[in-house]
């Protein structure tokens, strides 16, 4: 397909380039883009934060460790190592931006999301090991823009595979902002979550 696309790209027939792509390539390169397309999604960096917001330094440790020959069950010779991590009970600020994006492809990266938040997925290194274990505070979820019905708080859909999600009783809007903020965050994603398991399975 990539090359396909490079040599539409080359005769210059861009349209018919990015219907093919918007055809033919897997829902991870329309998220998060592949060579000659940028992503639909872009994510912050995450700064270190007190209780109050305010951008901190970030706060590590070291911890020793000593590598163990899995036949013997003894220490290798000379492997001691040593590990920086970040301590516990750190806090970040980050945000995930998106952009057109259809709402099953929302409901996957909220499902994600919700794995990080649970524990069943861990970030970083030595995770086997207990390191990388996140949960997530203060959730936000806002949106605007031609496919959000402000009035009837809902997010319309953009593709055959996608569904409308309605935000009723959750969102509230604000500016022409559709909110949720705190637990209703999490029930808004848990929308979004839905339409991403039915899409899964039509796609199939």
């Known amino acids: 397909l990539l090359e396909h696309i490079e040599s539409l790209l080359r005769e210059g027939l861009t349209s018919e380039a990015l219907r093919d792509f918007s055809e033919r390539a897997c829902l991870l390169c329309k998220i998060f883009g592949a060579p000659s397309f940028s992503g639909h999604v872009s994510f912050s960096d995450a700064y270190p934060v007190n209780e109050s917001g305010e951008v901190l330094e970030v706060l590590t440790g070291v911890r020793a460790g000593i590598a163990i020959d899995r036949r013997t069950g003894a220490a290798y010779p000379g492997a001691l190592y040593h590990v920086e991590y970040v301590e516990p009970g750190s806090r ?7 952009t057109n994006l259809p709402n099953y492809a929302i409901g996957l990266l909220a499902k994600v999301l919700r794995m990080v938040h649970q524990g069943w997925v861990r970030l970083g290194g030595f995770k086997t090991r207990g390191f990388g274990e996140v949960s997530v505070e203060g959730l936000r979820f806002a949106a605007r823009g031609v496919t959000v019905d402000v009035e009837g708080l809902r997010l319309l859909k953009l593709d055959g595979f996608d569904e409308d999600v309605d935000l009723g009783g959750l969102a509230s809007e ?31």
């Open 92 to 98: 970040f600020r980050f945000s995930i931006i998106s």
């Open 174 to 204: 604000s500016e022409g902002w559709l909110r949720c903020e705190g637990d209703k965050a999490w029930e808004c994603l848990a929308r979004f979550e839905e339409v991403w398991e039915r899409a899964k399975l039509a796609q199939g």
